[in-house]
């Protein structure tokens, strides 16, 4: 089980580095919103493999809370740069 | 007893390697892909498959129906919850322009966009508000 632990956390860890990466780099803002919604979710997921590794189940009322968080965060963004969108094609009409 | 619980561990591990696997394939998508639609195609995977992969193997080893009706909703919760943001992002990327048109084979929205200019309705609160 040992072995089972370290190779998914070191996937789950190269994943999220890879993440991690794309956030720095982003060239636009969706970009770096699509990198941590990716990286929300790959939290997530080392949460929940961490408690089925360890038969642990404290850390799983937190699962909801990060799924939660990254759908109101990537819509609440979304929102904002289509706003600044709005506004900016409008000023360039009138 | 000991056989099939052996069997229920096997099972739950593969769900969770697998699951692990695509939020690896998920970072190198991103790292590698050209625009922004296409990294949300690599970096959605592991939010839906990865994800039931991930609870199902979850809700395997841990005993207790608690946790396995909470990591359920999770799953529900994703499933839901994906295609709302997906199409959200890709949207306002096609609108900003961060798409890389000469990669696309096929821009229905091309021809679409040419009479009116923002407010396609969509949405009513993306249109000019009345004021």
């Given at each position: 089980m040992t072995v089972v632990a370290v190779i998914a956390h070191a996937l789950l860890g190269s994943g999220a580095l890879l993440a991690l990466v794309r956030l720095a780099r982003g060239p636009s803002l969706l970009d770096r919103v699509v990198a941590t919604d990716t990286l929300l979710v790959i939290i997530s997921a080392s949460l929940a493999v961490h408690a089925a590794l360890s038969r642990d189940p404290t850390v799983v009322p937190v699962l909801v809370v990060v799924s939660l968080l990254a759908f109101v965060g990537s819509v609440s963004i979304a929102r904002y740069v289509g706003g600044m969108l709005l506004r900016s094609e409008r000023e360039g009409r009138e | 007893m000991s056989a099939l619980s052996q069997i229920a561990d096997v099972v739950a591990v593969a769900c969770l390697l697998a699951g692990a696997f695509l939020c690896l394939t998920a970072g190198v998508g991103l790292v590698r892909f050209p625009d922004v639609l296409s990294r949300m195609h690599a970096g959605t995977k592991p939010q839906v498959l990865g994800t039931l992969l991930v609870m199902v193997g979850g809700a395997i080893r841990l005993h207790g129906l608690a946790a396995a009706w909470m990591l359920l909703l999770v799953a529900a919760f994703q499933l839901l919850t994906a295609p709302v943001s997906a199409h959200m992002i890709s949207r306002v990327a096609y609108r900003r322009r961060h798409?890389?048109?000469?990669?696309?084979?096929?821009?229905?929205?091309r021809d679409a966009e040419e009479g009116d200019g923002v407010n396609r309705g969509d949405e009513p609160a993306d249109g000019p508000q009345p004021s």
């Amino acid at each position: 089980m040992t072995v089972v632990a370290v190779i998914a956390h070191a996937l789950l860890g190269s994943g999220a580095l890879l993440a991690l990466v794309r956030l720095a780099r982003g060239p636009s803002l969706l970009d770096r919103v699509v990198a941590t919604d990716t990286l929300l979710v790959i939290i997530s997921a080392s949460l929940a493999v961490h408690a089925a590794l360890s038969r642990d189940p404290t850390v799983v009322p937190v699962l909801v809370v990060v799924s939660l968080l990254a759908f109101v965060g990537s819509v609440s963004i979304a929102r904002y740069v289509g706003g600044m969108l709005l506004r900016s094609e409008r000023e360039g009409r009138e | 007893m000991s056989a099939l619980s052996q069997i229920a561990d096997v099972v739950a591990v593969a769900c969770l390697l697998a699951g692990a696997f695509l939020c690896l394939t998920a970072g190198v998508g991103l790292v590698r892909f050209p625009d922004v639609l296409s990294r949300m195609h690599a970096g959605t995977k592991p939010q839906v498959l990865g994800t039931l992969l991930v609870m199902v193997g979850g809700a395997i080893r841990l005993h207790g129906l608690a946790a396995a009706w909470m990591l359920l909703l999770v799953a529900a919760f994703q499933l839901l919850t994906a295609p709302v943001s997906a199409h959200m992002i890709s949207r306002v990327a096609y609108r900003r322009r961060h798409v890389r048109r000469d990669l696309l084979l096929v821009d229905e929205l091309r021809d679409a966009e040419e009479g009116d200019g923002v407010n396609r309705g969509d949405e009513p609160a993306d249109g000019p508000q009345p004021s």
